[in-house]
């Protein structure tokens, strides 16, 4: 149940493409994410320039940015993309919890894993779902990304180049930070019962979690260390481009395995 | 004949309940093979186990030579489990397409297996529907068909005709014998004499444990038996029909049916008996060489 076949998972990754965009549910979702973006875009990303450059402004929001660690980002000459990333690296992490919330805990419920399992090996299922997820969050930043670089380039064409670049790297930055959040719905979907329960589980997860690791790390400074279960424990950070490349890349892609690997055990184990 | 399936020992125990108590059989390439029981007798429970979707608490389970689950059987071994439903935001063409490109065909060969499945299942005007549009008759004769996709060595049909009008289950028994010869069908159902039509092996589970594992055609057993359906109550039959000269023993099974034992030797039997009851002026509605399936499971202890 273990081996993982190349076409299969292949097969199956791209199948989550057309859950979302060939079925109603998924293209509500679309049409919702995207009304979200459309607001982003025309207002704060629109007016990111005149907000961080307007004199009345500039000294409020260089204090505020230097107080929370973010004014690396006042200096990008492309300030649309620096607001587009402090959205988006909290907003993204959040959006996925409810997307990937039914990855094959639906398929359980309705039996049609029954199906699936006779066709393809259970590792192959999960990793298929999950990597059909983290194919259809990197398109949406994809497209949300192009959106911002046209916004940018209609009110300074010289800087599409620089923006394009800086793009790539956001992209990069963002694809590795849902991962673990992605991982985790895997995860969660191998012993909830309902997708409903899968986020309800991760916001506990997330609430619950960190209260008792605050108050175990209040009387015991060593358990701090547990904060680096919760995925985006690197965040803040990240989000002031003053993170060390362990940090922003390391933890979250060591999160994904941990989680991954789990949920594979539980998975191949559970009844269908 | 060639082994498909070998089960040694087979438990399978949740909780405090015994499911399945050391169960072992041997199942053969060839006529379709049938699972019978009461309900809650392990039926679904070997089916899950065949299938890889539960794993046994003990003994051993062994599919063409491979462990339930394998990749090796993908393709080769497919099932309609029970309740087991299709992705109802899908359309069953789409959904059965995928399953046959995970099955190793091209997406050009996955779509007609796809139409040729559901043709199979009298379906195929449906195929652009979604699973929630169908009635459950529909819906379960759909599932037969992702059954067939890719011309498996081992089909289980765990209900199959359940719930489907009776001309629609008399298409799906005809299906099945149809594609007897291409593949082995393991069929569970509760409808006995829908069972004895189609199959050749019987393994008959009750509280966990086979009780039964033998050929219904056995030629040994059923050639000095003969079981006679009337068509109404009529005095006196057991005591009238004692009376012929070849026959041992005569009892009735269930109302207005009887179980004739004879001599071995006896020649025509058949014909003897027949004529004797058109003399008496007797209206039989079946004759049946040897038991039927229903006696030999339930009645067997009175014989």
């Known amino acids: ?42 207002y704060p990303v629109g007016q990111a320039v005149s907000t961080m450059s307007s004199p009345e402004l500039a000294a409020v929001a260089q204090h505020i940015f230097g107080v929370i660690g973010l004014s690396k980002l006042l200096m990008w000459p492309e300030a649309e993309l620096a607001m587009y990333w402090l959205i988006a690296l909290y907003s993204f992490p959040i959006f996925c919890l409810f997307l990937c919330s039914d990855q094959i805990v639906g398929d359980r419920q309705r039996g049609t894993l029954r199906f699936l399992s006779l066709r393809a090996t259970r590792t192959e299922i999960l990793f298929g779902r999950f990597l059909g997820q983290v194919l259809i969050l990197a398109i949406l930043i994809t497209i949300t990304l192009v959106a911002t670089v046209a916004t940018l380039a209609f009110r300074e064409s010289s800087l599409l180049l620089s923006g394009l670049n ?30 409903r329960l899968t986020v309800i589980m991760a916001i506990l997860f997330f609430a619950v979690g960190n209260i008792v690791v605050s108050l175990m790390s209040w009387q015991l400074p060593i358990f701090a260390i547990l904060n680096y279960i919760f995925p985006g424990v690197q965040l803040e950070q990240v989000a002031g481009q003053n993170a060390d490349l362990f940090s922003s890349i390391g933890i979250p892609l060591l999160q994904t395995v941990v989680l991954l690997v789990a949920a594979q055990r539980i998975f191949s184990r559970s009844s269908l | 004949m060639s082994t498909l399936i070998q089960a040694n020992g ?33 039926k679904t429970t070997l089916f899950s186990l065949l299938c890889g979707y539960i794993m046994p608490t003990s003994g051993s389970l062994s599919i063409v030579g491979h462990r339930p689950g394998a990749s090796a059987l993908f393709g080769k071994l497919s099932a309609l489990p029970q309740d087991a439903q299709l992705d109802p935001r899908f359309s069953i063409a789409h959904q059965l397409t995928f399953y046959g490109q995970l099955q190793g065909l ?12 559901l043709e199979l299942v009298g379906l195929a005007e ?43 289950a008399r298409e799906v028994r005809e299906l ?49 038996h003969m079981t006679i359906l009337f068509a109404e109550n009529y005095p006196n039959i057991e005591q009238s029909i004692q009376s012929l000269a070849a026959v041992n023993r005569v009892y009735m099974s269930q109302a207005k049916e009887y179980v004739v034992e004879y001599q071995k030797t006896a020649s025509l039997f058949d014909i003897e008996l027949l004529k004797y009851c058109h003399q ?17 499971i339930f009645t067997q202890e009175k014989i």
């Open chain 1, 166 to 195: 800086r793009s790539l790297v956001l992209f990069f930055y963002l694809v590795v930070t849902v991962l673990p959040f992605i991982a985790l719905m895997t995860f969660l979907n191998t012993i909830a019962r309902s997708s």
């Open chain 2, 106 to 117: 091209t997406t050009k060969q996955s779509q007609s297996e796809a139409l040729r499945v």
């Open chain 2, 10 to 42: 087979l438990s399978k125990q949740y909780g405090a309940k015994l499911a399945l108590d050391q169960v072992s059989f041997e199942v053969k390439k060839g006529a379709p093979v049938a699972l019978v029981g009461p309900n809650g007798a392990g």
């Open chain 1, 1 to 42: 149940m273990t081996q993982l076949n190349p076409k299969r998972l292949l097969n199956i990754t791209l199948f989550e493409l057309t859950r979302l965009f060939l079925t109603k549910r998924g293209l509500l979702a679309v049409a919702a994410f995207t009304i979200c973006w459309l607001l982003i875009l025309r």
């Open chain 2, 176 to 224: 099945v014998s149809n594609l007897s010869e291409e593949a082995t069908f393991i069929l569970s159902s509760h409808d006995l004499t829908e069972l004895e039509r189609l199959c050749g092996q019987v393994l008959h589970l009750d509280k966990g444990k086979i009780t039964e594992h033998q050929a219904n055609s056995n030629i040994e057993q059923t050639q000095h």
């Open chain 2, 280 to 296: 008496q002026g007797w209206r039989y509605r079946q004759l049946v060489n040897g038991h039927t399936l229903e006696n030999q």
């Open chain 2, 126 to 168: 449906v195929a652009k529907q979604r699973s929630d549009d169908l009635s459950h008759g529909m819906r379960k004769r759909v599932t037969i068909g992702q059954a067939l996709i890719g011309k498996p060595e081992i089909v289980m049909l765990d209900e199959a005709t359940a719930g489907l009008d009776p001309i629609h």
